[in-house]
């Protein structure tokens, strides 16, 4: 009896193209134009194509595919990702993307290579084209805010701007004024932090007294901050609100190295609560992403694509503040 099973050249029929071309865009070889390989990609998951030793098309074995996995927020994310994928049955493979956005291409096309049945993007890093190039042949979930949505592609992010402004209110509220915000990256995540930031300083009336430190030099700028607290200037910061956890742990250092104690003089407060919030001495107040529910909440996202939901999803997570020992009094409640 004949296998029902899709070949390559129903998909090339499907697609209009010669069997030789239709191979070449699966494989990712080059000499296909983009909206070529991408009617190959379309063809193959129309007629539930798949290549020789890919795994089944019904679900089972899922890439992940982290920006840095020495940053806490990537290794929480994926544990709960592995969490519901062990109670699930499925199966998970890793792929490090070391921080290099063509490394991270390389590192989603030897996942497809290695035929996951879907794959989970912990990266904003990945470009649109590769996205949707991928998103065309299996199910595709991105964790992290895209600067645009990408057609075919599923998203978990949380609402940045709502944690920046649960950061401001409570520095505020704590008796602090002149605040800080310092970030590493003009990434959208990123972006939406300052962004919610500035929108919450204006709220209350505090626009003029805030300031935003870097990208490009988020080092001289602590530096000026520090001598004006060491000075005991009137106007100088006694609050920083960092974009992420490792930018806080830098000001608590630097801090240290100026003799200025945190919170009695400077308050601190990070971004994503990850492992390393408890790792420093005082604790860090932080902004609690749920990684771990953001991760079950993809890899759910996978098993409604391979039940049959055709339709992009998003899920946005609302953010909590952990309080912990960077944060204290500030002058105006002193």
């Known amino acids: 009896m004949r296998s029902s099973r899709p070949t390559l050249a129903a998909v090339a029929r499907e697609a209009g193209v010669s069997s030789a071309t239709a191979s070449m865009a699966l494989n990712d070889r080059p000499g296909v134009r983009r909206e070529t390989r991408l009617a190959v990609l ?3 998951r129309r007629l539930g194509y798949r290549r020789a030793g890919a795994a089944s098309p019904g679900g089972g074995l899922i890439g992940v595919l982290p ?5 806490p927020y990537h290794t929480d994310v994926i544990a709960g990702i592995e969490e519901h994928a062990e109670r699930e049955g499925l199966g998970v493979v890793i792929a490090h993307g070391r921080r290099d956005s063509a490394h991270l291409e390389r590192q989603l096309q030897r996942l497809l290579a290695l035929g996951v049945d879907g794959v989970i993007a912990v990266t904003t890093w990945l470009s649109p084209a590769a996205l949707e190039a991928a998103a065309a042949t299996l199910p595709v979930v991105v964790i992290g805010r895209m600067q645009d949505a990408v057609p075919g ?6 609402d940045d701007e709502a944690g920046a402004a649960l950061a401001v209110r409570h520095l505020v509220e704590r008796g602090h004024r002149h605040l800080v915000h310092v970030t590493l990256s003009t990434r959208p995540g990123p972006a939406s932090r300052r962004a919610g930031f500035l929108a919450e300083a204006e709220r209350l009336g505090l626009r003029e007294q805030v300031h935003v430190i870097g990208p490009d030099s988020p080092r001289d700028g602590m530096e000026m901050v520090l001598r004006a607290l060491r ?3 009137q106007d100088a910061p006694t609050a920083v609100f960092a974009a992420n956890d490792i930018a806080a742990v830098s000001v608590l250092h630097r801090a240290a190295d100026h003799r200025v104690q945190v919170p009695q003089q400077l308050s601190v407060v990070g ?7 408890l790792t420093v001495r005082p604790h860090l107040t932080s902004v609690n992403q749920p990684r771990s529910e953001m991760g079950r909440l993809a890899a759910q996202m996978l098993q409604e694509r391979w039940r049959g939901r055709e339709h992009d999803s998003l899920s946005v997570v609302a953010p909590v503040l952990r309080v912990r020992g960077s944060t204290g009094i500030g002058p105006a409640l002193r």
């Open 42 to 44: 379309a063809a193959a």
């Open 153 to 158: 592609t599923d998203t978990v992010r949380n």
């Open 271 to 277: 971004y994503d609560s990850s492992t390393v919030a």
């Open 231 to 233: 000075r005991g200037d």
């Open 67 to 71: 920006t840095d996995l020495g940053n």
